[in-house]
């Protein structure tokens, strides 16, 4: 079992930033990577940032790419999206969770590769 727990979310007007935390705990080791989801109301949930802990290497959204960063602290067991030029569509709650892609074809993407979800935390950006 692997515990999640985030923090970090808040409101701010567009063009700010924010840094989301996501604190590991328990059986961390079942699980190699760690990702970040976002779900805005009315869509789906969708894929914002991967970090493979093995090696720290990291996969973005097209959305995200150059305004937004994942990277872990692996003494505290933490993955941290820090979030630039936030954008109102930017607005959702945020899911960290951890997972396996081996039997997913390596896509961070597929929410089938992680059985351990965060309880999320809210991002409300203001225009």
């Known amino acids: 079992q692997v515990q999640l727990v985030e923090s970090g979310g808040g409101s701010v007007q567009a063009g700010g930033s924010l840094r989301l935390s996501c604190a590991a705990s328990?059986?961390?080791?079942?699980?190699?990577?760690i990702s970040w989801f976002r779900q805005a109301p009315g869509k789906e949930r969708e894929g914002v940032a991967a970090?493979?802990?093995?090696?720290?290497?990291?996969y973005y959204g097209d959305s995200v790419k150059g305004r937004f960063t994942i990277s872990q602290d692996n003494a505290k067991s933490t993955v941290y999206l820090q979030m630039n030029s936030l954008k109102p569509e930017d607005t959702a709650m945020y899911y960290c969770?951890?997972?396996?892609?081996?039997?997913?074809?390596?896509?961070?993407?597929?929410?089938?590769?992680?059985?351990?979800w965060g309880q999320g935390t809210q991002v409300t950006v203001s225009s």
């Open positions: 328990g059986y961390t080791s079942s699980s190699d990577y």
């Open positions: 969770a951890a997972g396996r892609l081996r039997g997913f074809g390596g896509n961070w993407r597929d929410q089938r590769a992680y059985p351990y």
């Open positions: 970090i493979y802990t093995t090696n720290g290497g990291t």
